[in-house]
């Protein structure tokens, strides 16, 4: 569990990859605060990640050779891990840019997220790793990359 700060109470049960936000708000007065008003929302990983799969994975694997699937969700940052296959020619940065966009522009549930991190797979660079995965064996990550969305957010 993760303390009192900022607007979020973030509770992980990782066992069934699923978070619970509570947001709360402070009642005006002095400064011990007064949780006057909650609620819960609750964000299933696997299902989230089945939808991407679906709508958009399938076309970023087939046209580009990126693959991605999400990892998990808190205090507004999005945790991804992607994998770089055969198709891509552009640098990790380019595909970072362009997989966390994605997220963040067609999942309604990341649309208040100020920022992103990446965790790379280099298929196309080390195709053994392709295999590993395929057997159900996490490989290591080859790097990570990060993105802030908007800066307007932190003003």
Not at 105 to 131: G, L, M, N, W
């Amino acid at each position: 569990m993760s303390e009192l700060k900022g607007k979020e109470y973030i509770i992980n049960d990782l066992s069934k990859s699923i978070f619970y936000y509570i947001k709360y708000s402070y009642s005006s007065g002095p400064s011990y605060g007064i949780i006057s008003a909650f609620s819960i929302d609750v964000m299933n990983i696997e299902e989230i990640n089945r939808k991407h799969y679906i709508t958009q994975d399938i076309y970023y694997r087939v046209g580009y050779g990126l693959s991605s699937k999400l990892l998990r969700f808190e205090k507004g940052i999005i945790y991804l891990e992607m994998e770089v296959r055969r198709k891509w020619e552009k640098s990790y940065n380019a595909a970072v840019f362009e997989i966390s966009h994605c997220w963040k522009k067609e999942h309604p549930e990341f649309q208040e997220a100020v920022a992103c991190k990446v965790y790379v797979i280099d298929s196309k660079k080390y195709p053994y790793k392709r295999t590993l995965m395929h057997l159900g064996i996490k490989p290591g990550y080859d790097g990570v990359k990060g993105i802030l969305y908007d800066s307007k957010k932190f003003s």
